[in-house]
C-alpha cells in the first residue's frame, strides 16, 4: 500500500510538511505508554480459513450491502469447539453450519458488533473442515471505525455519490482491506497471517462494470436491470487483500505473456490508460526476472477510483489506486518518474512480497512495504538510470531523516499503539534504504537469490524478517545477524561528522569519523574512495566506534577524499569537505549524490567564487533534477551569481526539453520582475505544459498584474496542477469576487495535495473576497480540512491560524456574520477528537 500518510509526507511542501512533521513527533511522545509496553505477538492460530465464497448485492439509498457468505474452516492444530470471526457493525440474520446439504443453526454471541463467538456442533480436528454460513448485512456508514495517518477511514466499503446528487463525480462501490477492515463487510479471521481462497459474486446494476481478485468466472443477466458477476481466486490469500468494485469504468486490455493485464478507468480518462499504465507489463517482466518467481497470479488489473481513503492499495491481482491517476496527456507532459508513476510500480512489487509471501503480523510489515518502498527504485534505475534511482533514493532517505518521531522505532516493531502506527516512515523510507544497504553489501547475485529463497519457500504462506535473514545468509553464506540486529531490530541511524587530514612528511591522509548520533552506535561497512594524480583508489573499511580514525598512505595530497563512494548509506553526515573538494567532487565522482552534495554546500556560500562556479555547472547538469534544484537555490540579488547565471536561465527558459527545469527557470526569471523577458514568457504560454504555463503566468503577474488576470480567465476550462495554482495566485492578487465560482470548485475538488498546494492562496481569498457567502463558503471548506486531516498533528494549528487571519480580515471588512463563522470553524477545528 502507498498510504495516506506517506503519501502527503512526500508530496506536501514547505512550512506545512515542516509542521505536520513536528507535531507529528511532539504527538508520538504523549501517545499512551501503556499502549506501547504492549508486547504484540503474532494472533494465534486456533482456525485456518480454506475458502471464502461470498453473493452480495447492494443497496445504494441505504448504503447497505445484503450478504451471504459460506465459510470453510479447519481447525490450525488443537482440536476446538468453537469459531471466532470478526465481524464489524453488521447485522446477523443466520448461523448455520453446512451439513449434507442443509444448514442447522448454531448458538453464537456477537461481542460488542466487532466479534462473533460461534458454538460449533461438535470437536473438530485439524484433519477436518467445516461450512458455515453466515446472513447478514454490511453497514458501513454507521460503523464507527477508527482511521490513521495512514488511511484516514476503517469502514472497509464505500459508497462513492450513491444518490448521484454530487456533479461531475460518478457513482462507484469499491473496498479497503488493509488493516483489518474487510470484516466491515463480510466476517471472517482479520489477520494478515490467515489465506484462504474465494468466490466472489457481485449483483449489481447491468450498466457497470465490476472487479474482484481473480477470474471472471460467469455473469448472468437476471432480466430485471441487474447482472451477477462472479469472480473466482484460486490461489489462497489474505482477507485484508480482498476486494471488489462497482462503476461506470472503460477497461484498456493489455497482456503480459499469456496473462491479461487491464486498466479500469473512468470513461473521461479511459483513452489515456496506456499512457498512464502502459509499462504495466515491462515492469512485471523486469519484477519477474531479478526474483526469479514469475508472477504468480492469473491477471493483474488496475483501477483508479474516487474519494480513495489511502494512495493505492494492492489488492490481489487487482491494485485500486486513488484519482491521482486519473491523468490526461498534457498532465502527462510534467510527469517524469513522479508519485504517480512510482505508485505503479510499488502497487505491482507488492504482488510478490505482500500477495505471494504476506507479513505474518503487522509487526514485520517491513517484510511488504520496505520491499515495495524499494521496488520504486529498482525500476527507476532499470528504466531511467541511477540518477533517476538515486533522486528517489535521497528523497525517501529525507523524508525519514526530517521526521523527529521515526529515529526511536524499529523497524520490526513489536511495541506499537495502534497497529496503523506501523505505516510510517519507518517501515516504508527507512526500510526501503535499508534494503538498498544490503544490496549493496552482497553484491546484486547474492541479494536476488537471496530474495528468490524467500519467496520459494514462503510461497502462498507467510513470511517476517528473520526469514529474510536466512534466505540472504543461504544465498551469500555470510552471517546477517549484526546487520538485522542494528536495522531491523533496533532503532535511528548514524549522524556522522567527518574531517579530513593531510600530513605531507608521512605521505598519510587521515580521516576522522566520529558518530554523534544518541542511541546505539553502528558497525558499518563503508567505501572510502581516494583521488589523487588523475586516479582513484577504493578502500572498503568498518567504522564502528563512537569516534574512528581511518589512516591511507598516497604518494600525493588527495584531490579528493569521499567518504561512502557509493551513496548507498542511510545516515545524516556533516562532510567537512572545502569547497574546491566538493567542486572536485561534482565534476569527478559523478554520480547523482556527489552533484547533489556540492549543490547543498554551495548554495549557502554564493559569495565565493567556488560556490558560484559549483552552481553554474549545476545549471547545465545531465539530469533534470539537480538543474531544477541549482535554478532555485541561486540568489539572483548577488550580483556576480546574477550576471554569471542569467544567460544559462534565459537559455532554459527558452529552450530546456524538460518542461519541470524549464519551468524553474521561467520562474527565477520571473522572480527579478523585469520587462525585458515577457516575451519569453508570452511564448511559454503556448506550450501545452501545465507547468511552463504557470510559471509563466506567475512571472506576468509579477510584472503586469491586469494582464495576468485577463490570461488566467482564458484559462478556466483547461487547467491543472502548477498552472491551477498559478491562476489562484493571481485570482488572490486582484482580490475580485469574480474568480470566487472557480476557486471555489478547484479547492473542494482537489484532493488532499492539491488543496495545500492551494491553500494560502485560497484563506488569502476566503479573506479579502467581498461576497460574505463566499467567504462563509471558504471558511466552511477550511474546516473540513482541518477536521479530516487534523491526525496530521500539525495541520489542525495550521488550519486554525489561517482561519483566525481570516476572521481579523472579515472584521476589518465589518463583516461580522463571517467574522463569527471562522472564529466558530476555528473552534471546531481545535475541538476535533
Not at 130 to 158: F, M, Q, R, V, W
Not at 428 to 447: C, E, P, S, T, V
Not at 534 to 560: I, N
Request: aromatic fraction near 12%; proline fraction near 3%; hydrophobic fraction near 35%.
Amino acid at each position: 500500500m502507498i498510504n495516506f500518510k506517506t503519501l502527503s509526507s512526500m508530496m506536501l511542501t514547505g512550512v506545512i510538511a515542516a509542521s505536520i512533521s513536528a507535531a507529528h513527533a511532539q504527538g508520538q511522545g504523549k501517545q499512551d505508554s501503556t499502549l506501547l509496553k504492549i508486547y504484540r505477538e503474532t494472533p494465534p492460530k486456533i482456525n485456518d480459513l480454506v475458502h471464502t465464497k461470498l453473493d452480495v448485492r447492494f443497496d445504494y439509498k441505504k448504503r447497505y450491502m445484503y450478504g451471504k457468505e459460506w465459510v470453510t474452516v479447519k481447525p490450525h492444530f488443537y482440536p476446538t469447539d468453537s469459531l471466532r470471526l470478526d465481524a464489524k457493525g453488521m447485522d446477523i440474520k443466520e448461523i448455520a453450519l453446512v451439513k449434507n446439504g442443509k444448514n442447522i443453526p448454531l448458538k453464537y454471541q456477537y461481542q460488542d458488533s466487532l466479534s462473533l463467538a460461534i458454538h460449533l456442533d461438535k470437536t473438530y480436528h485439524n484433519n477436518e473442515s467445516y461450512t458455515i454460513y453466515i446472513d447478514y448485512t454490511s453497514k458501513p456508514n454507521e460503523l464507527k471505525a477508527k482511521g490513521s495517518a495512514a488511511i484516514n477511514d476503517a469502514k472497509g466499503l464505500y459508497f462513492i455519490n450513491p444518490d448521484g446528487t454530487e456533479k461531475d463525480k460518478p457513482t462507484q462501490i469499491w473496498t479497503q482491506g488493509e488493516t483489518e477492515s474487510s470484516s466491515a463487510w463480510f466476517p471472517t479471521i482479520d489477520k494478515p497471517e490467515q489465506k484462504t481462497t474465494d468466490e466472489i459474486s457481485m449483483t449489481v446494476l447491468s450498466k457497470y462494470v465490476t472487479l474482484s481478485n481473480g477470474r471472471l468466472v460467469s455473469q448472468k443477466e437476471n432480466g430485471n436491470g441487474t447482472r451477477t458477476d462472479t469472480w473466482k481466486m484460486d490461489l489462497p490469500h489474505s482477507p485484508y487483500l480482498f476486494m471488489m468494485a462497482v462503476g461506470d469504468f472503460k477497461i484498456y486490455h493489455d497482456h503480459w505473456r499469456n496473462k491479461p493485464v487491464d486498466y479500469y478507468m473512468e470513461p473521461k480518462y479511459a483513452p489515456n490508460a496506456k499512457e498512464v499504465f502502459g509499462l504495466t507489463p515491462e515492469m512485471i517482466e523486469f519484477y519477474s526476472k531479478i526474483t526469479g518467481v514469475d508472477y504468480p497470479w492469473n491477471k493483474y488489473s488496475q483501477i483508479v477510483v474516487r474519494d480513495y481513503v489511502s494512495g493505492a492499495m494492492e489488492n490481489t491481482t487487482a491494485t485500486l489506486h486513488g484519482e491521482f491517476e486519473n491523468q490526461t496527456h498534457r498532465q502527462m507532459l510534467d510527469a517524469y518518474y513522479d508519485f504517480a508513476a512510482s505508485t505503479i510500480a510499488h502497487e505491482l512489487f507488492h504482488q510478490w512480497f505482500g500477495d505471494y509471501v504476506t507479513c505474518e503480523s503487522w509487526s514485520n510489515l517491513t517484510v511488504n512495504e520496505s520491499f515495495a518502498n524499494y521496488s520504486e527504485t529498482l525500476w527507476a534505475e532499470h528504466k531511467y538510470g541511477p540518477d533517476v534511482a538515486a533522486d528517489q533514493n535521497e528523497q525517501d532517505m529525507s523524508a525519514y531523516i526530517n521526521d523527529p518521531s521515526a529515529t526511536t522505532k524499529n523497524l520490526v516493531r513489536f511495541h506499537y499503539a495502534d497497529r496503523e502506527d506501523v505505516f510510517d516512515n519507518v517501515t516504508y523510507q527507512k526500510g526501503g534504504r535499508i534494503l538498498g544497504m544490503l544490496r549493496n553489501y552482497l553484491g546484486n547475485d547474492a541479494f536476488y537469490k537471496g530474495l528468490n529463497i524467500y519467496l520459494k519457500t514462503n510461497a502462498f504462506k507467510n513470511g517476517e524478517a528473520q526469514q529474510l535473514r536466512l534466505a540472504l545468509e543461504e544465498a551469500s553464506g555470510r552471517d546477517l545477524n549484526w546487520f538485522f540486529n542494528e536495522w531491523y531490530y533496533g532503532a535511528g541511524h548514524p549522524v556522522f561528522d567527518i574531517s579530513y587530514k593531510w600530513d605531507d612528511a608521512s605521505k598519510t591522509e587521515t580521516v576522522y569519523v566520529k558518530q554523534k548520533q544518541d542511541g546505539q552506535i553502528f558497525n558499518i561497512p563503508v567505501a572510502v574512495d581516494i583521488y589523487a594524480g588523475g586516479k582513484k583508489e577504493r578502500h572498503k573499511v568498518w567504522v564502528s566506534d563512537k569516534a574512528d580514525t581511518l589512516s591511507f598512505k598516497g604518494d600525493t595530497k588527495p584531490d579528493l577524499v569521499n567518504f561512502d563512494g557509493d551513496k548507498i548509506l542511510l545516515c545524516k553526515k556533516t562532510d567537512n569537505k572545502t569547497l574546491e573538494e566538493f567542486a572536485y567532487q561534482q565534476e569527478h565522482a559523478g554520480l547523482y549524490m556527489d552533484r547533489f552534495e556540492a549543490i547543498e554546500a554551495a548554495q549557502s556560500k554564493q559569495s565565493e567564487s567556488e560556490a558560484q562556479k559549483i552552481l553554474l555547472a549545476a545549471l547545465k547538469d545531465k539530469y533534470y533534477a539537480l538543474r531544477v534544484k541549482a535554478t532555485k537555490a541561486l540568489k539572483m540579488n548577488n550580483q556576480q551569481v546574477h550576471d554569471a547565471a542569467l544567460p544559462i536561465l534565459t537559455d532554459m527558459a527558452k529552450n530546456d526539453q524538460n518542461t519541470l527545469a524549464r519551468a524553474a527557470a521561467i520562474s527565477a526569471l520571473g522572480k527579478l520582475k523585469d520587462p525585458a523577458y515577457m516575451s519569453i514568457y508570452k511564448d511559454a504560454l503556448k506550450n501545452q505544459s501545465y507547468a511552463i504555463e504557470g510559471a509563466a503566468l506567475a512571472a506576468i503577474n509579477s510584472i503586469d498584474a491586469s494582464q495576468a488576470l485577463t490570461l488566467a480567465k482564458s484559462y478556466e476550462k483547461d487547467n491543472s496542477g502548477p498552472l491551477t495554482q498559478a491562476m489562484i495566485t493571481v485570482y488572490s492578487s486582484s482580490g475580485s469576487s469574480d474568480a470566487w465560482p472557480f476557486v471555489y470548485n478547484k479547492f473542494a475538488e482537489a484532493d488532499v495535495n492539491g488543496k495545500f498546494a492551494m491553500i494560502r492562496n485560497f484563506a488569502d481569498i476566503t479573506g479579502k473576497v467581498q461576497n460574505p457567502q463566499y467567504a462563509q463558503q471558504g471558511i466552511e471548506q477550511l474546516k473540513e480540512v482541518g477536521v479530516k486531516y487534523k491526525i496530521f498533528g500539525g495541520v489542525g494549528p495550521f488550519i486554525t491560524n489561517l482561519l483566525n487571519n481570516i476572521k481579523d480580515e472579515r472584521s476589518k471588512m465589518k463583516d461580522d456574520a463571517s467574522a463569527k463563522a471562522a472564529e466558530d470553524a476555528a473552534k471546531a477545528v481545535t475541538d476535533a477528537k
